[in-house]
């Protein structure tokens, strides 16, 4: 009796392997997308159309604001809707901001015409990520099923991570070829490529019931998101001040702490992504956190090249399971015909922690330096990893068996 009820769990795992697959590709493209214009559109704006650093600022920035208000109404889409619909509404989305790259170009001879184009066209592919990623992982727990939310949330946000980090070579490439052209090019034609991929998948239908209100979602999700986002500052310390760093110490390659970051990140999510399913959320959160924190403060107290990228390889694996594992107490605690809206309201505590950690981060590295920055990092991991605890206690509570 016990072997032939353990059957279907291990006829399982490649079943929810193979359902990931397609969803990791689609986000994995469109995120690629994105990636190719994050490092040379402020190029385009302060050298081409020579405006200040401020209006590079504000271009770049203005796709994390619009990813940010779009969370909660794409995972309100994703729910009513259907989550293939979501994630092709992402895709048109990015295909109209490819347009707009190209619109601007004309308008290179009056660049604040050409630049609040471009701000246009990045306010677009912020909402077109809000879509694919809520739409990509909401499908994705819809076929796997909430046994297996850390596995679903892990996977899909590693193919997002690898776009990311392939998608910054790829652009420098694309734009010394053909300049923002070639980059708008390949962001307006590359989403209508993956709805060919997107088309034969089966939709999943809403699910019936009463949608709930965001401010319930919100009650549901907010501990686990604060968790995140704390555990997330110190991704945001990895992306703006790890170089730095680098260059400040004379350690080379100066790209070489967040690579390694990054490569610990992907490892661990694709070996280890089920762990929060296996082991509980909060347990793996709450141990990850500290991983996370001990690899900040090697990085901050590293004496030398070797011992920081120990702790960039210790901050990414940390990290890497983290957000799955707070995402399966967030998933565990929503409604289950609202698990759109409440990955939607999980992921902008990301949006939030990028967008005002970073900075405050800054101002503690102009007073007290840059490695400071790394401990205050491993600092914000306490506060996670406290969080993490708080939720693992309540749910024994809750569950004493």
Not at 347 to 375: K, Q
Request: aromatic share 10%; glycine share 12%.
């Amino acid at each position: 009796m016990s072997a032939a009820l353990s059957q279907p769990s291990t006829l399982a795992r490649p079943t929810v392997t193979s359902a990931l697959l397609p969803i990791m590709a689609v986000v994995f493209i469109a995120f690629l997308i994105i990636g190719m214009a994050l490092p040379v559109l402020p190029l385009h704006v302060h050298q081409e159309l020579g405006l200040s650093t401020f209006v590079v600022g504000l271009v770049t920035g203005s796709q994390f604001v619009a990813a940010l208000i779009a969370r909660v109404w794409s995972g309100h889409y994703a729910d009513s809707r259907g989550t293939k619909r979501a994630v092709v509404a992402g895709l048109l989305s990015a295909v109209a901001g490819g347009l707009l790259y190209l619109i601007s170009l004309p308008f290179v001879s009056a660049p604040g015409m050409s630049a609040s184009i471009l701000l246009f066209g990045r306010a677009l592919l912020g909402a077109a990520e809000s879509f694919i990623i809520t739409g990509g992982v909401a499908w994705g727990l819809a076929l796997a099923g909430p046994a297996h939310a850390g596995k679903v949330i892990a996977w899909v946000g590693m193919a997002m991570f690898a776009a990311l980090a392939s998608g910054a070579p790829l652009g420098t490439a694309l734009y010394g070829f053909g300049g923002l052209g070639s980059i708008a090019v390949a962001t307006a034609l590359s989403p209508l490529v993956t709805m060919l991929l997107v088309a034969p998948l089966a939709p999943i239908p809403p699910r019936a019931g009463r949608r709930s209100h965001l401010l319930t979602v919100a009650r549901a999700v907010w501990m686990p998101g604060l968790g995140s986002a704390l555990s997330t500052v110190g991704f945001g310390a990895m992306i703006a001040f790890s170089s730095l760093l680098s260059v400040e110490r004379s350690w080379t390659p100066v790209w070489l702490l967040f690579s390694a970051f990054a490569g610990a990140l992907v490892v661990a999510r694709l070996f280890f992504g089920h762990l929060p399913d296996r082991l509980g959320g909060a347990r793996v959160a709450l141990f990850s956190a500290a991983v996370e924190a001990i690899g900040m403060a090697l990085i901050w107290s590293a004496p030398n090249r070797f011992v920081a990228v120990t702790g960039a390889l210790l901050t990414g694996f940390g990290y890497a399971l983290v957000y799955p594992g707070l995402g399966v107490e967030a998933v565990r605690r929503a409604p289950p015909e609202s698990r759109g809206l409440a990955m939607g309201a999980y992921t902008a505590f990301l949006d939030v922690a990028l967008g005002f950690g970073s900075p405050a981060l800054g101002l503690v590295a102009g007073w007290d330096g840059l490695s400071s920055v790394f401990l205050a990092g491993a600092l914000f991991m306490f506060g996670a990893a406290a969080i993490a605890l708080r939720l693992l206690c309540m749910r024994q509570h809750v569950r004493p068996d």
